[in-house]
T-cell receptor, first 111, second 116 residues
Framework: DAKTTQPPSMDCAEGRAANLPCNHS???????VYWYRQIHSQGPQYIIH???NNETNEMASLIITEDRKSSTLILPHATLRDTAVYYCIVNSPSGTYKYIFGTGTRLKVLA | DTEVTQTPKHLVMGMTNKKSLKCEQHMGHRAMYWYKQKAKKPPELMFVYSYEKLSINESVPSRFSPECPNSSLLNLHLHALQPEDSALYLC???????????????FGEGSRLTVL
């Protein structure tokens, strides 16, 4: 079973911040949170990952709660090209390689 | 080179055919993966190879046969498939397992398979 739960869909106005939540209440101490997105009919694309500190890169920011049971991916200024399915995955990079995708959130950015 | 290359991009086969999907990466990654994705569903893990040895088989039917002939190449041999096996097959790789690394998966664009 997937270790994460996400809302099935969200809309966001172009230019506004998109905040995508993920619950991972059974996360263990050595597991990271990874975010990927999949634009229609393409392979999933890595966005960002983190362990317990907030992370930011050129694509997005990742906010992880202090208890690590949930996280939020933030796209600061969403564009139409950000319309995609966003997946949150938890796994340990030094453990098994069972990267299990949950159902994801289908983000639609509206003009 | 940070690409995972999958061929063919599209494949149509009959239920009695034998075909193969190919995946190649030149990033020095020693873990390689096959995922299956049906329409509007998340990718489902099928197989994982670690250092060219099969480490995970998610109870995949034997009509799917993976092969990892070397550290850069991953094949998926297909035989006697059913129409319900029609899907997008995704290959991925990740940096060396068991070492300090980001655990990031690098995906190819997939091979879209149609079984008639």
């Amino acid at each position: 079973d997937a270790k994460t739960t996400q809302p099935p869909s969200m809309d966001c106005a172009e230019g506004r911040a998109a905040n995508l939540p993920c619950n991972h209440s059974t996360i263990s101490g050595n597991e990271y949170v990874y975010w990927y997105r999949q634009i229609h009919s393409q392979g999933p694309q890595y966005i960002i990952h983190g362990l317990k500190n907030n992370e930011t890169n050129e694509m997005a920011s990742l906010i992880i709660t202090e208890d690590r049971k949930s996280s939020t991916l933030i796209l600061p200024h969403a564009t139409l090209r950000d319309t995609a399915v966003y997946y949150c995955i938890v796994n340990s990079p030094s453990g098994t390689y069972k990267y299990i995708f949950g159902t994801g959130t289908r983000l639609k950015v509206l003009a | 080179d940070t690409e995972v290359t999958q061929t063919p991009k599209h494949l149509v086969m009959g239920m009695t055919n034998k075909k193969s999907l190919k995946c190649e990466q030149h990033m020095g990654h020693r873990a390689m993966y096959w995922y299956k994705q049906k329409a509007k569903k998340p990718p489902e893990l099928m197989f994982v190879y670690s250092y060219e040895k099969l480490s995970i088989n998610e109870s995949v039917p034997s009509r799917f046969s993976p092969e990892c002939p070397n550290s850069s190449l991953l094949n998926l041999h297909l035989h006697a498939l059913q129409p319900e096996d029609s899907a997008l097959y995704l290959c991925a790789s990740s940096p060396n397992p068991g070492t300090t690394n980001t655990g990031e998966l690098f995906f190819g664009e997939g091979s879209r398979l149609t079984v008639l």
